[in-house]
């Protein structure tokens, strides 16, 4: 597979809004500080940073820097704490919180057999619309084709470097996304429609999911990426 990796034209936005989120300039960030995840899929979905901020250090060293140079500004200290995801690459080195807003620095599990790049972990990510990143200095990439594309038009579908397949997480995921008025690529509708987890988890008794499989059924022109 050709490893994709692609600039965004526009990022300037996005950059003031995580700067408003954390209330400072992003230079208190350590250099090679990277934004990923959820603060970046929202903004471009719906112009507005949404959930959590996760950033990615690149030693122990940087977590606890910017941790002790956050807490100064009034980020209080939260236990670490991955819910539903299991053997992860990376590890929450601390979590901060600061009125409903919260932060996560993140750094990367060392590992000689599989050593691992900001880069790997962000095309990691089980759904496609998620892969994107921003650098501290204020550059955002996408690492999957669709990404962009999938967070302006709110679609769901699997990143292909993907592989755990349907699991609890995902399911929930899937469902928050829906609830929020995202809808599902073709590939997706037709992985769920057969999955054996998804079934028995009873998310196909979903009024959102049945809706979305009528429409498919009915030939409706879904927007898929794939």
Known sequence: MIHYLKEIDESKNL?????????????????GSVIYGGAVRDFYAFDEIMGDIDLIVKSNMDAVKLK???????????????????????????????????????ILKASKSKPMSFIDLVRQVDLACCGMFALYKGSVYTVLPNALNDCQDRILDLSPYYRKGVTKKLIERINKFM????????????????????????????????????????????????
Do not use: C, M
């Open 179 to 226: 609830s929020r008025g995202w809808t599902l690529s073709d590939s997706l509708i037709k992985l769920l429609k057969t999955d054996k987890e998804w079934k028995e988890s009873g998310s196909p008794k979903s009024l959102l999911f049945k809706k979305a499989v009528k429409e498919y059924a009915n030939g409706l022109k879904w927007i898929n990426f794939s």
């Open 68 to 106: 002790d140079t956050l807490a100064e500004h009034g980020w209080s200290r939260q236990n670490s704490l991955i819910v539903g995801y299991e053997e992860t690459p990376f590890k929450v080195a601390h979590t901060l919180k600061r009125d409903s807003r919260q932060i996560q620095i993140i």
């Open 15 to 31: 950059i003031y809004n995580i700067e408003d989120y954390i209330e400072e300039d992003l230079n208190i960030l350590p250099d």
